[in-house]
């Protein structure tokens, strides 16, 4: 099969090393990063469970779940065509097409799209800033990955919490200047904090970003996991790091 022919104009081809699999992706949109892997390396997708990817961007986290779980089927939605379609030709290409179905749509309307109450897992990497934090990048499909321009952590979380079963999870990654504000909004919206990993980039730095499972209509408990620490020096990843990269099949 020759790879290169599933590509447009400008894109380019990612082996992720992890069963042969690879994602197109265009360096001037957006391509997925650290988060993505490390939110991969998170969720739990029970055996043959049903999950599903809100903001999927290209399609990189239902592609490494279904390399990394035994899931039987997982839905991904995504608003921006032409990461849809990016999307479309990776599923296509690893022939994923009978476990991975992506849909164009909005998250906002993602309960009106799906069924309600069948999914075993919800996971979600969604824009990290709303209108107080930081200045939009004037490129639009990287703004709209980083800045909650057409969706907010409410609407993201309340999706969540209306797809999934009772006593299923939903696994988010976001950062923990608004931790506060996530705990409030997941038990508006009867999801309860249940796992938690921050991620540090130093061993003496403040955590820059969180891992967050909620359970639906869960009893309160919260389990904080050691956090992951990125760099022990500039440029060079931890020991950890590298583990999670490799058991995710990438080789750093």
Do not use: W
């Not at 952590?153 to 969540?160: F, G, M, P, Q, Y």
């Not at 996530?182 to 130093?202: A, G, Q, S, T």
């Amino acid at each position: 099969m020759d790879k290169e022919a599933y590509l447009h104009s400008g894109e380019r081809l990612d082996d992720l090393q992890i069963k042969d699999y690879f994602i197109i992706q265009h360096p001037d949109k957006f391509c997925f990063g650290m988060d993505a892997v490390l939110l991969s390396h998170f969720v739990q997708i029970p055996e043959n469970g049903r999950a599903l990817d809100l903001g999927t961007g290209t399609g990189i986290l239902p592609i490494l779940l279904a390399a990394k779980t035994n899931a039987a089927h997982i839905d991904a939605l995504e608003i921006q065509t032409e990461s849809v379609d990016m999307a479309r030709r990776s599923i296509l290409l690893n022939g994923l097409s009978e476990k991975i179905e992506i849909t164009e749509g909005d998250i906002k309307e993602a309960s009106s799209i799906y069924k309600k109450g069948i999914y075993d897992a919800v996971f979600s990497n969604p824009p990290y800033m709303n209108e107080n934090h930081g200045l939009k990048n004037p490129e639009l499909p990287k703004a709209i990955a980083r800045h909650e321009i057409l969706c907010t952590l409410e609407d993201v979380v309340r999706e969540a919490s209306l797809l999934l079963k009772p006593k299923k999870s939903f696994f988010l990654i976001h950062r923990p200047h608004r931790l506060a504000e996530i705990f409030e909004v997941f038990r508006k919206h009867h999801l309860e904090p249940k796992r938690m990993c921050m991620v540090h980039p130093y061993i003496h730095k403040e955590p820059n970003m969180v891992l967050l499972e909620g359970v639906k209509d869960g009893n309160p408990m919260l389990k904080t996991e050691p956090p992951i620490i990125v760099y022990q020096s500039p440029g060079k990843y931890t020991g950890q790091l590298l583990e999670i990269y490799r058991s995710d099949g990438f080789r750093k």
